[in-house]
């Protein structure tokens, strides 16, 4: 038996009303989602526990899995394994987003513009992260980076006992009231600060604004955390396999588990993303003996952050087609096998930001075929009428 999970990030959302009060899950054309929701359990699950932000960090450790209750120490110090970053006691990792700020003369009257500065090159964000660590940096702080707008910074002996906000939580808000607030704030708040007034004019700005893209004029600290540790998937689910996604987020979870990480030529996290790419990908993996993968594809989440809706609807329609329909073809040459999919959360284009609601899963076995709903989206799965509370629960239930 082999096992897949196809995961959409931040797939759920609201009815709305341009869509004749259908969510875009609903509203998209899935052909081989509805096909296999005939044949497949759906039902809901509670992802986020209650009293934890919905985060794709807590999230995606519920699916995978691992309680956040028991496990969950911060988004960072997940993307630090990925990024190859080993912290030590005592290290506190912040998530650095390179952010898109209004330009308002105080910092605290700005507003957050853009979370994601664009979706700036990894290469003109590198440049700009290093300006950071040489001129701001003080004595045991490090930065670090990353891929596109997610970077990491490290406060060695530091405290993260701050309370942070998510830029993607404050879309066009005014930053004054979302600033890190508590024990060590102030140290935060200077470096954001400064960050501002020292990239807001770098060349890669300057020509980043003459070409019409937003410019990446500030850092955003938040996410932070210690080391997690956890035991090897193998040990608590029994099977051995891979992840395959263009996040550190996913990868660092992967790799705190033991389970191997595959990389994807043009995976990109966005709606650009070598879709099919990520298919093969996980069929290769099943072919060649591993028997679980976790498949992750950022693109409908990063579409809800933007506020885009006709680009979050594109997003799981290439899901449906260039994945789903790959892997149901690809999987008759193989095995029998289980595969779920589900989001991780919500992110509503409403609300350009998660919410902690239950969201919609389809469990297909191709041993045991069951006779279901239709079709697959957030309606369907709740009038199906099973209800997981504990999201690490239906890991169970997927590799029972
Ligand atoms: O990586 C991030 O900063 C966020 C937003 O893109 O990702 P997610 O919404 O999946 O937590």
Redesign the pocket.
């Known amino acids: 038996m082999k096992y897949i999970v196809l995961l959409g990030?931040?797939m759920a959302d609201y009815p709305i009303p341009s869509l004749g009060n259908r969510t875009p899950l609903q509203y998209a054309s899935t052909p081989n989602m509805d096909k296999l929701a005939e044949v497949s359990q759906l039902g809901m699950v509670t992802t986020v526990p209650a009293g934890f932000s919905p985060?794709?960090d807590v999230a995606n450790l519920s699916v995978i899995g691992y309680d956040p209750k028991t496990y969950y120490t911060g988004r960072s110090p997940l993307e630090a394994i990925s990024m190859g970053i080993d912290l030590l006691p005592g290290d506190i990792s912040f998530r650095c987003?390179l952010v898109t700020l209004s330009d308002e003369e105080n910092y605290q009257d700005k507003r957050m513009l853009d979370?994601?500065a664009g979706e700036i090159s990894s290469e003109e964000a590198a440049e700009l992260i290093k300006t950071i660590n040489e001129t701001l940096a003080p004595e045991g702080i490090n930065f670090y980076p990353g891929i596109s707008y997610?970077h990491l910074m490290v406060w060695h002996n530091g405290t993260g006992e701050q309370h942070c906000t998510?830029p993607?939580d404050i879309a066009d808000k005014t930053i004054g009231n979302y600033l890190p607030q508590g024990n060590g704030s102030e140290e935060l708040l200077n470096m954001m600060l400064n960050s501002n007034k020292l990239i807001e004019e770098h060349p890669i700005n300057l020509l980043r604004k003459e070409r019409g893209k937003n410019p990446a004029n500030s850092i955003w600290l938040w996410g932070q955390g210690t080391k997690p540790k956890m035991p090897a998937f193998k040990d608590v689910y029994g099977v051995e396999g891979a992840m395959i996604s263009a996040?550190d987020?996913t990868k660092g979870i992967a790799q705190a588990v033991g389970l191997q990480v595959v990389d994807v030529h043009g995976a990109t996290g966005n709606i650009h993303t070598n879709f099919t790419g990520k298919a093969k990908a996980a069929l290769k993996i099943l072919s060649e003996g591993s028997d679980f993968v976790y498949l992750h594809i950022?693109a409908p989440?990063?579409a809800g952050?933007q506020g885009d809706l006709e680009t979050k609807i594109q997003a799981i329609e290439a899901i449906d087609r260039l994945v789903l329909g790959e892997i149901i073809s690809g999987m008759k040459e193989l095995d029998d096998y289980k595969l779920v999919v589900l989001p991780d959360h919500p992110?509503p284009i409403s609300l350009r930001t998660?919410t902690a609601e239950p969201v919609p899963f389809m469990l297909f076995n191709s041993a045991a075929i069951k006779n279901g709903p239709r079709i697959f989206h957030e309606k369907s799965a709740l009038a199906a009428n099973f209800h997981i509370d504990q999201g690490p629960d239906l890991m169970k239930l997927f590799l029972r």
């Open positions: 990030d931040g985060g794709s987003n979370y994601c997610r998510p993607h996040v987020l950022e989440d990063e952050h992110t998660h």
